[in-house]
């Protein structure tokens, strides 16, 4: 499968599919400025995964896949995970939105953790983004952010 690394020709495609900005733990990420993976099939992206790395810790900020059931998503992940390790890395952390039921479980059978629920966190989001739907998958209220990590080694704490 042609998975490739976002370079500066993809950016702005990737950019113009999945949108400019993302918002996650009250923080503002803009696309072009991440980093990231990418899936192209028949000269077009079907999936994307951007992330940001701070200090230790590798956030991933969105992935989104057109085709599912196809592996994408999950060597989507792997290859931040890797990454990430390269990078001496503690975790790789994420967030999703309390509606996406079919997201909490997919991070789940991929070994992350559910480890916070930021309360209100995307009612207060949409300050920043007002473009956030308020209603979700099967019309549930998008209100709250479901952190989930993944520790990539065990550093005896």
Not at 85 to 93: A, G, I, N, Q, T
Not at 94 to 105: E, M, Q, V
Not at 114 to 142: F, Q, W
Request: proline residues 3%.
């Amino acid at each position: 499968m042609p998975f490739i690394e976002i370079n500066e020709d993809l950016r702005q495609e990737v950019g113009s599919i999945f949108g400019d900005i993302i918002v996650s733990c009250g923080q503002i990420h803009r696309v072009e400025e991440l980093r990231g993976f990418v899936f192209i099939e028949e000269n077009q992206i079907q999936g994307s995964i951007f992330y940001n790395v701070s200090g230790q810790e590798c956030e991933i900020v969105s992935l989104e896949c057109k085709l599912e059931g196809k592996g994408i998503g999950s060597k989507l992940i792997q290859l931040v995970i890797e990454r990430a390790e390269s990078l001496d890395c503690k975790r790789v952390w994420l967030i999703t939105s309390n509606d996406n039921i079919k997201a909490i479980r997919f991070y789940q059978k991929r070994g992350f953790d559910m480890v916070c629920i930021h309360k209100n966190a995307i009612t207060e989001a949409r300050i920043l983004k007002p473009s956030i739907p308020l209603y979700g998958y099967d019309e549930i209220p998008i209100k709250h952010e479901v952190e989930f990590e993944y520790i990539l080694n065990d550093f005896g704490g």
